[in-house]
């Protein structure tokens, strides 16, 4: 009778420890494939961390290349207007010369 209630008792045990080895499968193979999503995860902000790198390079860039044009431009504006007057000077000039002949 002792060894029929034992039997019953082991067996039950051999059962949780089979549920629990179970779970623990069940939990390893979860944090498995969350590992392996993570890594996913990580490999993709790292492109595009290397990508937003590459974009605000290209910004700076462009940016340079329209401040450099910007200077250009006013420099460009100052030899126009420079012309301008010397021109206004040619034209006072010639009509002078025009009107004494």
């Given amino acids: 009778m002792i060894s029929g209630g034992v039997e019953v008792k082991v067996s039950r045990l051999e059962s ?3 549920q629990i080895g179970e779970a623990v499968l069940t939990t390893t193979e979860t944090i498995e494939s ?6 996913h995860l990580s490999m993709q902000v790292e492109a595009q961390g290397k990508h937003l790198q590459q974009q ?13 044009l910007a200077q250009s431009q006013d420099y460009t504006v100052q030899k126009l207007a420079q012309l301008t007057q010397t ?15």
């Fill in 56 to 68: 605000s390079n290209q910004i700076f860039a462009l940016c340079d290349a329209l401040q450099n």
């Fill in 87 to 101: 021109l206004d000077k040619l034209t006072s000039l010639i009509q002078g010369l025009d009107e004494e002949v």
């Fill in 16 to 18: 949780i420890v089979e």
């Fill in 34 to 39: 969350l590992a392996e999503r993570l890594d």
